[in-house]
């Protein structure tokens, strides 16, 4: 089955995009209105998207009404905000920063979040989170019904437990981060993982994949 996304419904496309587009990483946003009011909200249209210089990408869709969310409007009047990573042991507090609140309603004293100060940013960070990344608006797009953000980050922090200092060789299966999936409410642990190593042209023999199936087959 084929879909002409020139003519399908922004409803539908939703729905088929984000339950084929799994798992996910959840970048549990913290920021700060200008009135120092907190605000703490989950978004899956999250990822990394460069080393250099060190970007993140935040997908923001709007309300039904067009207006901004307050993570999104917080965001585009500060330029400041704190992409927390989200472990198994925090996901029931995650999923509470999801409410409908109004704007005035502060997720994070709600949900009874424990926040340390940001070094370089005033938004704090979610002290419990494995990884915290504070950081700044590199460039913002507004794409139809979705402002997209790319923010670099300033500075990253990442508890003790899970890396080892002199290697920087994270411990990433320790840390439990738990993933979206398709349709509403669903979550994924890395309870089940393979290794691949990347191939070497230099050492590739010249043999296809289809051709190497074969012999295993055989």
């Known amino acids: 089955m084929e879909f002409d996304f020139a003519t399908t419904p922004g409803p539908d496309r ?9 798992p996910r990483p959840i970048a549990w946003v913290t920021t700060q209105a200008e009135d120092g ?14 080393a250099e210089p060190p970007l993140v990408v935040l997908g923001m869709m709007r309300r039904p009404d067009e207006t901004h969310k307050d993570s999104a409007a917080n965001i585009l009047s500060t330029g400041e905000f704190v992409v927390n990573l989200v472990s198994e042991a925090d996901s029931p507090a995650m999923n509470f920063t999801c409410i409908d609140a109004p704007p005035e309603f502060d997720e994070i004293a709600a949900a009874g979040l424990a926040t340390a100060p940001s070094v370089t940013i005033s938004p704090p960070r979610i002290a419990t989170a494995p990884v915290s ?21 300033t500075r990253f922090h990442i508890d003790d437990r899970f890396i080892d200092a002199e290697r920087l060789h994270v411990d990433a299966p320790a840390m439990n981060l738990v993933a979206r999936m398709h349709g509403a409410g669903w979550y994924a642990r890395p309870s089940e993982l393979f290794q691949m190593e990347r191939p070497s042209y230099a050492k590739w023999d010249g043999t296809s994949m289809a051709s190497a199936a074969r012999k295993s087959d055989g």
Do not use: D, H, R, W
């Open 37 to 50: 009011a907190g605000n703490a909200a989950p978004y899956s249209f999250f990822n990394m998207m460069s």
């Open 133 to 153: 990344m504070e950081c700044k608006v590199y460039q913002t797009i507004e794409a139809g019904k979705t402002t997209i953000v790319l923010g670099e980050v």
């Open 14 to 22: 939703y729905k088929l995009m984000s339950a084929s587009i799994t």
